[in-house]
DNA sequence: TATGAATGAGATTTCATTCAT
DNA sequence: CATGAATGAAATCTCATTCAT
């Protein structure tokens, strides 16, 4: 009858639901068949498995996430943080841009962040952490170690490399609308910007 | 045998480490049973059923972390932020105090904060939360009103409070030294103080 | 296969007989679906639970009983007991109605009555007692307490409720034809309406 | 400490509430123990099992009953009934005896009655019933078939057996106090007579 | 006498997944 | 393309009973 996609496309929507109410581990593939008016079998048609399900779902946001941060990473990469100066708002853009990007697909993003225990994804929050520490860190630790008799405080770097996305998580969860996320988002830049700029050098003998 | 306290005490150890692996809710009582050596059954004489095991892991724990908290909570909302001038490490007894608290349970705070999905405490960390979002909140909305043309930006009281725990779950997961967790959380207590002194406030028309 | 139906089929005839067995609290699913040939899954997919399966093997016959005992009591209670002259005979209809049901349905009445400990059923002579109780009770009291110096003993309104009720209960459990069954309830009926004739009535000082 | 007396009546007691409160199979070893504030074990020094706990509050009184019942029974096998002419309250010394019997040992007798299923008592019911239907039955069917044209209508019999013997029951399920239940089985004694005086006489061609 | 720990077999139920049709 | 039946393995929990101490 030509209802391929409609099929397939409601069995997404019911998902979606499903997965945003319980989490992958607590969802019923049932539950997502029976609201979407198919019987269990018929979703096999369409996707491999539980977890195929829940990919069709964030997989694209998933990539296309991953690739922006990554472009940004490397980006900022090249910077000097030494003669680097902070001007209120000068994030703004790449910040605007993530927040856009995250708006525009606020549901496999809450997916990804907070509901994909028991997939591959489970683990996605920590894997952006990592990036933005050893992308951040290894360049502050770069810079810190040609000051004299100062380094960097490893812990600080992490800390603040996982605040940072968490701010983030924590937008998607508190705030619906767009614009007042961005309006929030600048004092918190601001004092993520402030922990970067003052808080990851120590002395040198404070280290282990 | 003489094993009469054993069975129990290698059930609490099983347990803990099947909780800690696969959290609450898919941690299985026959795994937990097999690998201390005794049938189904035997847990249920010790424990009245799953969470039960669960909470003689964690319940003192969090019966004393919680009366901490709202002590140190209590004590701080008499103060006046008005006249508050900070001084780097002024904080320190309360947070040496918690973070010992913290690490001397290390593995029934992690069981709390981290492994609790299915249980009773399940929503410990929001709780805690919105403690402090309450205590400390409530106290800088006063302060912050009572400045013409200003107010206290909520999303960032919010905010604060929450990185502010997490950072405390963080520490737990990533420092395993006590020493060093409390030389970390000196500039992080800075970066956190130095948040809410400065960026909680913002003009009156930015409001909704 | 073709066993489309069968196997509810199947499950239905199993499960029959594992109640009739054993009653409803004593019988195990386990041997229901082994008995059937499936494993012990499959009942689930037609029926929600014990219970469920249960209900499937006596819940028309449960409201077709009722409904037509409702229809009956109601009729009667019309009816002004005082003018009331017993002729043999003359409740044939009625009970040649119901024992047909009840023979049309013999397993499932025998389920009901006898076998439903443990279910929503559990109580359903006792429903049927008191439906009887106060329908012919309510009459017979307005009738009796309009003589003078008499009243109605309600411990025998009670008592014959009872017994008339357990007599289509012992008709079941003792005799498998109807057509012998029919015949036994002639006397039998012609001694309990004797008894709600003539042994209902006490003296008013017999009361306590 | 010389309670050994004491422990296993404190047992007893318990044991008869909880047979009481849900029967025999529903009955919980462990809440009589606890209530008897003894462990598991305990009981089964006294008690060779579950059901030799049961006993011990039943077969004393069983025995007895059924004694005295088979006396009874004998004896009124001899009476000739052709001869017989009922006069009112001419049952009353039996009756008497026995619902004393059955009053002074209620609890016993309940238990017999209606929370044995599942022990080797589980029939006494049926099997008193049919003690006094072959009995009464006999000797009734002896006079009868001595009746030109005439014999007895062995289902109305039995269920003569059946009913007189619930009635019994059905004392003490709803009459809690002795002097009241005698009162109420004088007419329902003079019902139950009626049918055995009156309907158990079927023409020889209703025969089957 | 009595304890307290432990057994072992059982119970019902859930669920993702498969496959012939 | 989809159904509907069935699988099979897992889950938690209950309970009478046993036995060394």
Not at 50 to 60: H, Q, R, T
Not at 117 to 131: A, R
Not at 167 to 179: A, G, N, R, Y
Request: hydrophobic share 40%.
């Amino acid at each position: 009858m030509g209802n391929d996609l409609e099929t397939r496309e409601k069995l997404l929507a019911c998902a979606r639901e499903e997965f945003m109410a319980k989490g992958f581990a607590n969802a019923s593939m049932r539950q997502i068949c029976t609201k979407a008016g198919v019987t269990t079998g018929a979703v096999y048609f369409f996707f491999k498995d539980k977890e195929g399900l829940f990919s069709a779902l964030v997989d694209d946001t998933y990539q296309s996430v991953m690739q922006a941060l990554q472009k940004h990473l490397t980006e900022d990469a090249k910077e000097d943080l030494a003669s680097y100066v902070h001007e209120p708002g000068d994030h703004d853009p790449f910040v605007e841009e993530i927040i856009h990007v995250l708006y525009a697909n606020h549901d496999a993003v809450t997916l990804l962040l907070s509901k994909s225990s028991g997939t591959k994804y489970e683990h996605v929050v920590d894997q952006v952490i990592d990036m933005i520490d050893s992308s951040f860190g290894e360049n502050a630790i770069r810079t810190c170690d040609s000051i004299p008799g100062k380094q960097a405080n490893r812990y600080m770097i992490h800390w603040l490399s996982h605040i940072s996305v968490m701010t983030f998580v924590h937008l998607l969860t508190h705030i619906k609308d767009e614009k007042k996320a961005l309006r929030f988002m600048k004092p918190a830049m601001e004092h993520l910007i402030c922990g970067w700029t003052n808080y990851i050098l120590e002395d040198k003998q404070d280290n282990e």
